[in-house]
């Protein structure tokens, strides 16, 4: 069988009768959309962060859309971000109407970088988001700094990055508002569709619950400024409410996948050869994504399809190649870091409940793919 980077059945088998549980809480409980466990779920994962709003919603690309919106940003507005990210991140700016502005990445990390940020800000630029990729934090003092200095807005993309933190501070509670999926492959993960904002506002909150629900006051059928529906599931918010009190353990089996990772593999690492993730000082990494980094990635790969491992690349393409977003007029060249990144990287298989002798096998496999180079 071909081993892939991802699999959730193994988590499924070990957690099955909870999950099945959860399933039959909500069937029984009488309210179908947005009842006890949408509910119980914002509180628990607002308190898991240290902040009292949290409003669930109905995957990650809306919690950028809403979250966005609540923060005042609108059409015309300019919004920095990252071209080395999934593409939703850009997609949700460009659905409120935003042009999407990029910044480069650092060589060592991935992440923004900070230091091209100021330039990058204009007299229509309204919002920062910093993307929090592969699982550890961008620098979050540099990019409140820019913002301060010029008034403007930070959404976190967390989608990345549950319990990831930065200096002693939890990814999404740094910016004014922090935007979750819980996508099944997701460091917190649902079995479908979910995602979040949290915040510390009550104000954004209010905003984000109108977002969410056409536009409307829950309790009251009128629109003042149209919306969305944009709801967390009821099963799926359950789901969380389960999966949430092993997020610490989940995040611990992912820290001991890499582990195991950089203890087979760092005498192969080289400027040259294969690079391993590096974790940023200050910096406490959640492994949502295992990136190493070869020059002669395309090869590697194809050699180990040979040996029934089929790895992905997160991303092939970075955001403003891509046609849909080639207007924006953002030419090749313009950020090298992000365009060499993309054809050098690939993932291992990463997840908590990966088996050993699976992460044994990929090892092995890439040892003697790398040394018939
Ligand atoms: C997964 C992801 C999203 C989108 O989340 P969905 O729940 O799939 O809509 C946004 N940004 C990043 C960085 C992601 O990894």
């Given at each position: 069988?071909?081993?892939r980077?991802?699999d959730?059945?193994?988590?499924?088998?070990?957690?099955?009768?909870?999950?099945?549980?959860?399933?039959?809480?909500?069937?029984?409980?009488?309210q179908?959309?947005?009842?006890?466990?949408?509910?119980?779920?914002?509180?628990?994962?607002?308190?898991?962060?240290?902040?009292?709003?949290?409003?669930?919603?109905?995957?990650?690309?809306?919690?950028i859309?809403?979250?966005?919106?609540?923060?005042?940003?609108?059409?015309?507005?300019?919004?920095?971000?990252?071209?080395?990210?999934?593409?939703?991140?850009?997609?949700?700016?460009?659905?409120?109407?935003?042009?999407?502005?990029?910044?480069?990445?650092?060589?060592?990390?991935?992440?923004?970088?900070?230091?091209?940020?100021?330039?990058?800000?204009?007299?229509?630029?309204?919002a920062?988001?910093?993307?929090?990729?592969?699982?550890?934090?961008?620098?979050?003092?540099?990019?409140?700094?820019?913002?301060?200095d010029?008034?403007?807005?930070?959404?976190?993309?967390?989608?990345?990055?549950?319990?990831?933190?930065?200096?002693?501070?939890t990814?999404?509670?740094?910016?004014?508002?922090?935007?979750?999926?819980?996508?099944?492959?997701?460091?917190?993960?649902?079995?479908?569709?979910?995602?979040?904002?949290?915040?510390?506002?009550?104000?954004?909150?209010?905003?984000?619950?109108?977002l969410?629900?056409?536009?409307?006051?829950?309790?009251?059928?009128?629109?003042?400024?149209?919306?969305?529906?944009?709801?967390?599931?009821?099963?799926q918010a359950?789901?969380?409410?389960?999966?949430?009190?092993?997020?610490?353990?989940?995040?611990?089996?992912?820290?001991?996948?890499?582990?195991?990772?950089?203890?087979?593999?760092?005498?192969?690492?080289?400027?040259?050869?294969?690079?391993?993730?590096?974790?940023?000082?200050?910096?406490?990494?959640?492994?949502?994504?295992?990136v190493?980094?070869?020059?002669?990635?395309?090869?590697?790969?194809k050699?180990?399809?040979?040996?029934?491992?089929?790895?992905?690349?997160?991303?092939?393409?970075?955001?403003?190649?891509?046609?849909?977003?080639?207007?924006?007029?953002?030419?090749?060249?313009?950020?090298?870091?992000?365009?060499?990144?993309?054809?050098e990287?690939?993932?291992?298989?990463?997840y908590?409940?990966?088996?050993?002798?699976?992460?044994?096998?990929?090892?092995?496999?890439?040892?003697?793919?790398?040394?018939?180079?």
């Open positions: 069988m071909t081993t980077v991802w959730y059945l193994p988590e499924y088998r070990n957690e099955r009768e909870d999950l099945l549980d959860a399933v039959e809480t909500v069937f029984g409980s009488g179908l959309v947005l009842g006890a466990s949408v509910r119980g779920f914002e509180a628990e994962f607002a308190a898991w962060h240290g902040l009292d709003h949290c409003v669930g919603v109905d995957n990650g690309t809306n919690a859309v809403l979250g966005l919106e609540a923060l005042g940003v609108g059409p015309g507005d300019e919004v920095v971000t990252v071209s080395n990210t999934a593409a939703p991140t850009v997609v949700a700016i460009d659905a409120v109407g935003a042009v999407p502005v990029f910044v480069d990445v650092r060589e060592d990390d991935y992440l923004m970088d900070t230091d091209l940020l100021e330039a990058a800000v204009t007299d229509r630029t309204r920062i988001v910093p993307v929090h990729l592969y699982g550890q934090c961008v620098d979050m003092d540099a990019v409140l700094r820019v913002a301060r010029h008034g403007l807005a930070v959404l976190e993309d967390c989608a990345q990055a549950h319990g990831a933190r930065h200096r002693g501070r990814a999404g509670t740094m910016g004014d508002a922090g935007a979750f999926s819980f996508y099944p492959t997701k460091v917190l993960g649902a079995y479908g569709d979910g995602g979040a904002v949290v915040t510390r506002d009550p104000d954004t909150d209010r905003a984000l619950r109108r969410r629900y056409y536009g409307m006051e829950e309790t009251y059928y009128v629109v003042d400024t149209p919306g969305h529906n944009s709801r967390l599931d009821e099963v359950e789901i969380l409410r389960r999966k949430l009190t092993r997020l610490d353990a989940y995040i611990e089996g992912r820290r001991s996948v890499a582990r195991r990772y950089e203890e087979a593999l760092s005498d192969l690492a080289a400027p040259d050869g294969l690079v391993l993730p590096r974790t940023t000082p200050g910096n406490e990494h959640v492994h949502y994504l295992y190493v980094r070869h020059p002669r990635r395309d090869l590697v790969l050699e180990l399809l040979r040996h029934d491992i089929a790895l992905n690349i997160s991303y092939p393409w970075p955001v403003h190649t891509m046609k849909g977003f080639r207007h924006l007029g953002v030419g090749e060249g313009a950020l090298p870091v992000t365009e060499r990144l993309a054809g990287i690939f993932s291992l298989p990463m908590p409940s990966l088996p050993p002798d699976l992460q044994d096998r990929v090892i092995e496999a890439l040892r003697e793919v790398l040394a018939g180079l």
